[in-house]
């Protein structure tokens, strides 16, 4: 017959948790949803700055710096975005 020991590890028994506690936290985390909400509604509100027209050479410009970045992943899709950009920039000076 074969005897087996278990020992047991002394854990602490878990803190209760403190209703104060709990509110602080709650009143923490709306006081910052708060802020991302107020910030996110302030950048979406542009008051007394009317948006400027890009030109069409902005925008292929744009469009080649995005061709630059995706070069090296698709080399083929890059020479397509480089052509429609001098598309669209020759389209307008006519």
Same mark, same amino acid.
């Given at each position: 017959? #074969? #005897?087996? #020991?278990?020992?047991? @590890?002394? @854990?602490?028994? !878990?803190?209760?948790?403190?209703?104060? +506690?709990? =509110?602080?936290?709650?009143?923490?985390?709306?006081?910052?949803? !708060? @802020?991302?909400?107020?910030?996110?509604?302030?950048?979406?509100?542009?008051?007394?700055?009317?948006?400027?027209?890009?030109?069409?050479?902005?925008?292929?410009?744009?469009?080649?710096? =995005?061709?630059?970045?995706?070069?090296?992943? +698709?080399?083929? =899709?890059? +020479? +397509?975005? =480089?052509?429609?950009?001098?598309?669209?920039?020759?389209? #307008?000076?006519?």
């Amino acid at each position: 017959m #074969t #005897t087996s #020991t278990l020992h047991s @590890l002394n @854990l602490a028994p !878990a803190q209760p948790s403190n209703v104060g +506690d709990a =509110f602080h936290g709650l009143v923490v985390a709306g006081h910052r949803l !708060a @802020l991302a909400l107020w910030a996110a509604a302030g950048s979406l509100i542009n008051v007394g700055q009317p948006q400027t027209a890009k030109t069409a050479f902005e925008e292929a410009e744009e469009l080649r710096a =995005f061709a630059v970045e995706q070069i090296n992943s +698709d080399p083929r =899709f890059a +020479d +397509d975005l =480089f052509a429609a950009a001098n598309r669209h920039e020759s389209s #307008t000076h006519i």
